[in-house]
């Protein structure tokens, strides 16, 4: 019965309540700084996570710097380019430009490409020389192979030229055809949370089996996001690196959408339907244009075969009837 008049006393019931009352504006007041010091300690979790991705992007960097995309220059190249003073010469942007979209970076490339530039021509010129005079006496006039070799040294004079074109189409068709499917997986990263820089380094080892070229590309444009205080610098450097209008236009959605501040989403899915429908457009191109490009071959190997086929066996009985 004391137990129930305790908890029946209006003295009592006055006091727990001005508890209840106390404790409640103590929580009340102390519960946005809790929640502000687990904010501050999450900011600096993701700030210490975001070092840490740059120290990895930077190391790769340097490892590749040491590897295949930094090369030490060639040095009997190096010392004929800055004998004939070359690179004054053959050293432009538009040049370093082309010889990143075929994959050569740094100064060895660079190095090489103006050495072949003037010394191509010389050894075709010889090749043809040694050749003509040598190997295999055409007989011809001494002028006649004289002028057939310089034919052959404009021919050099453009093979450095013809190899990096090729390397560069060779690079832009593994990229293109990669590039839908690449963006599919970066939506997919992007909606899931991720952040941009984790998306383009979680791509570049997942498209690795399909285009290296590709994932190295995107591999280069993580540790640049990692590094460079402006991040639309990084976006536009892929879209140089590539040279192909789809990749441009997709980094020209992601700049905006840094700069304006639209959903980085929506820009990559609109981006994915176009380059896949590109991609379809280009294959039904290739199959609209396989018809003629087969008429030759027809002509040459199917149809003089069909022909002895089908009139074998008449002239087989002919010559048994005669």
């Known amino acids: 019965m004391d137990f129930i008049e305790t908890f029946t006393n209006p003295t009592f019931l006055v006091t727990i309540l001005t508890a209840i009352c106390a404790f409640a504006t103590v929580l009340t007041i102390a519960l946005p700084m809790l929640a502000q010091d687990r904010m501050n300690h999450r900011m600096r979790t993701m700030a210490v996570e975001r070092d840490k991705m740059r120290a990895e992007r930077m190391t790769e960097m340097s490892r590749d710097r040491q590897g295949r995309l930094r ?55 010889v090749a043809a020389m040694v050749y003509m005079f040598i190997i295999d006496d055409i007989d011809y006039p001494p002028l006649i192979k004289l002028m057939m070799a310089l034919v052959a040294a404009f021919i050099g004079s453009y093979a450095p030229n013809i190899f990096i074109e090729n390397l560069i189409q060779k690079r832009q068709t593994s990229i293109k055809l990669a590039f839908p499917d690449a963006l599919d997986m970066l ?25 290296l070229e590709l994932a190295e590309e995107l591999s280069l444009t993580t540790a640049e996001l990692s590094y460079l205080q402006d991040r639309r610098q990084a976006f536009d450097n892929l879209g140089k690196r590539t040279g192909i209008p789809g990749v441009r236009a997709v980094t020209t959605a992601l700049v905006q959408a840094e700069r304006y501040g639209t959903p980085v989403g929506q ?12 991609r379809q457009s280009d294959a039904e191109k290739k199959a609209a244009a396989l018809p003629p490009k087969l008429t030759v071959p027809m002509v040459l190997f199917f149809l003089p075969v069909l022909f002895v086929i089908i009139l074998f066996p008449a002239a087989i009985r002919y010559w048994e009837w005669t």
């Open 71 to 125: 090369q030490t220059p060639a040095g009997f190249m190096q010392q004929i380019v800055n004998a004939l003073n070359l690179r004054k010469m053959l050293d432009t942007e538009e040049l370093r430009d082309r010889l990143k979209r075929a994959g050569l970076r740094g100064q060895a490339p660079l190095v090489a490409f103006m050495f072949f530039r003037v010394a191509a021509p010389a050894l075709f010129f």
């Open 187 to 211: 939506l997919i990263c992007v909606q899931s949370g991720m952040s941009v820089e984790a998306a383009f380094g979680k791509v570049s080892k997942e498209v690795a089996g399909q285009s």
């Open 267 to 278: 820009a990559l899915r609109v981006m994915a339907k176009e380059n896949r429908d590109i």
